[in-house]
């Protein structure tokens, strides 16, 4: 059973940077593994999602800023955040797609603000 442990999170004034690791612990086997966030009143929205073969997707509102790695090494996955804005505040979230299903991490706060 695998289990995905989110940190990194905290509050970072506009334009700062920040990094997200999500641990990974239990029988791995991935077809991808991402973030996504999920902003107050909001749906949980795809931020970077990188597949076993290694193709990585971002969302558009956050191309060229967010870089999503792993090391494999550490079973670890990280989501550098720069240039950071008010509107990328949400609960980030670690996801990992298997052909069992999705398994969740348990979220980590992001806040934006001056």
């Known amino acids: 059973q695998v289990q995905l442990v989110e940190s990194g999170g905290g509050l970072v004034q506009p334009g700062g940077s920040l990094t997200l690791s999500c641990a990974a612990s239990?029988?791995?086997?991935?077809?991808?593994m991402g973030w996504y966030r999920q902003a107050p009143g909001k749906q949980r929205e795809l931020v970077a999602v990188r597949a076993s073969g290694g193709r990585i997707n971002y969302a558009d509102s956050v191309k060229g800023r967010f870089t999503i790695s792993s090391d494999y090494a550490k079973r670890t996955v990280y989501l550098h955040m720069t240039t950071l804005k008010p509107e990328d505040t949400a609960v980030y979230y670690c996801?990992?797609?298997?052909?069992?299903?999705?398994?969740w991490g348990q979220g980590t706060q992001v806040t934006v603000s001056s």
């Open positions: 239990g029988t791995i086997f991935p077809l991808s």
């Open positions: 996801n990992q797609h298997s052909i069992t299903g999705d398994t």
